[in-house]
């Protein structure tokens, strides 16, 4: 929502409280989502201090469903880093260990940022089949923004395959038509600020007129 303030103190007040009573769980938990409140502001650094630290928690705990969290947390700073070749196996396997454990969300995250990786690898083919699979899956799980991420690179995809400019628009115009929805949201409109989502909605307006 944008609200990066407010949310990190609460973030950084739940590790304090987690270390001090030493459940692992909460720490891991809670040092994944102070490395995404980084993440949306574009801090990448600073997000990956905090995704580290709490692989390194949840190894300790020997917990599959946080390591899972923690390697996928990872894994898409390597495709923000232009570090897709590195990437795509590493979340190949992610996506059956989320699936594994029942992180069905997890999953379609996972499988938007391998689609993602794919299409800067040049593999439109490979991303297609996965992004079928991913929209299919987040419209049932109603996650709006794993689908707007979607329909974003379906239109990269087809654009790449020399689609005509009325079926590329399309689905970038669906890409903004969610994101705008989100943004209409009770306290949502700090969405556009997030780094993952501002560019990305800029160009998707760009390509879907």
Do not use: C
């Not at 995250?109 to 079928?132: I, R």
């Not at 399309?170 to 306290?187: D, F, N, T």
């Not at 969405?191 to 307006?205: C, I, M, P, S, T």
Request: avoid cysteine.
């Amino acid at each position: 929502m944008g609200r990066w303030n407010e949310g990190q103190t609460s973030l950084e007040e739940a590790v304090r409280q987690a270390s001090e009573v030493k459940n692992d769980q909460v720490l891991s938990q809670a040092l994944d989502y102070l490395g995404d409140s980084y993440f949306y502001r574009g801090d990448y650094a600073a997000a990956k201090q905090q995704y580290e630290r709490a692989l390194q928690v949840a190894t300790k705990a020997k917990n599959p469903e946080l390591l899972t969290f923690s390697k996928f947390n990872l894994a898409k700073l390597d495709v923000v880093h232009n570090r897709s070749a590195s990437a795509i196996p590493v979340l190949k396997k992610l996506i059956e260990e989320s699936e594994t454990v029942g992180l069905k969300t997890l999953s379609v995250q996972a499988s938007v940022y391998l689609a993602q990786a794919l299409v800067v690898m040049n593999k439109p083919a490979e991303a297609q089949k996965v992004l079928d699979r991913a929209l299919d899956r987040a419209e049932k799980l109603n996650l709006l923004i794993p689908q707007a991420r979607a329909h974003y690179l379906m239109g990269e995809v087809l654009q790449k395959a020399g689609q005509p400019p009325n079926v590329y628009a399309a689905q970038y115009h669906k890409a903004v038509k969610i994101l705008e929805g989100i943004s209409k949201e009770p306290g949502n409109t700090g969405v556009f600020a997030r780094a993952d989502l501002k560019d990305l909605y800029h160009n998707a307006v760009h390509w879907s007129q």
